[in-house]
């Protein structure tokens, strides 16, 4: 029984929905090359993806198939799923490009809602992730807890860039644990240059995966 016990655990694949964010209409924000932000996450997630299955997990795509979809159909659309997680790339305030400034923002963040029902395991995957990211050279991006409109995001976690966002519909509507990244910001030149190569995205889907995987076990 033990023996069978430990195949059962060893073989347990969670079940993994990846959220490409926004869609073709809809695209979301601008990189500095003018390359909308949907493409970005289309290939992140395309890579992420296969990274979930190589480390055994099973996915569900959310958003990759080009149609339009509200962020409620998003986050319901696996309800009995084990996680949630939805890929973005960043763009910065309009009067922050205006006054040239778009090389000092790079790396990624995380966000958290607290109405999500699962919030303590939500903050747990984040934590995880987070950790990977760092572990493989990544940064943090701080800026959305400037203290400005449009931002002002609490900080939860300065060492690991994670901040709540409560009101972030496909976190707050999701019924399983629910994560949104912003894997980097693209309205930067030098990132945008980065992200178009498939080894830097091999590289950050990875350790997305792993963290993931990680945070699922019991
Ligand atoms: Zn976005």
């Known amino acids: 029984m033990l023996a069978a016990s430990f195949f059962a655990l060893a ?8 959220d490409t964010g926004h ?11 003018g390359k909308v932000e949907y ?5 992140f997630t395309n890579v992420l993806a296969g990274e979930l299955v190589t480390q055994g997990e099973k ?3 959310v958003a990759a198939d080009g149609k339009e979809i509200t962020l409620q159909e998003r986050a319901i659309r696996e309800p009995a799923a084990d996680f949630f997680v939805s890929i973005h790339h960043d763009s910065i305030q ?25 919030y303590a395991q939500s903050l747990h995957c984040a934590r995880e992730i987070a950790e990977q990211l760092l572990a493989i050279g990544e940064v943090l991006s701080l800026y959305h807890a400037t203290l400005i409109p449009g931002e002002n ?18 976190l707050k509507t999701a019924t399983i644990p629910a994560v949104l990244i912003e894997a980097g910001v693209i309205a930067n030149p ?7 190569k498939a080894e830097t995205v091999q590289r950050l889907a990875h350790a997305i995966a792993t963290g993931i995987r990680v945070c699922q076990k019991p």
């Open 190 to 196: 030098d990132e945008e240059e980065r992200f178009a």
């Open 59 to 61: 996915v569900f795509r």
């Open 11 to 18: 073989a347990h694949a969670a079940n993994i929905v990846v």
């Open 153 to 170: 995001r609490p900080l939860i976690d300065r060492r690991l860039g994670i901040h709540r966002f409560d009101d972030l519909v496909v």
């Open 39 to 43: 493409l970005y996450n289309l290939q």
């Open 23 to 33: 869609t073709p209409l809809r695209p979301g924000a601008t990189a500095a090359s």
């Open 94 to 118: 309009q009067e922050w490009i205006d006054a040239g400034r778009r090389r000092e923002f790079a790396g990624f963040s995380i966000f958290v809602s607290e109405k999500n029902p699962h």
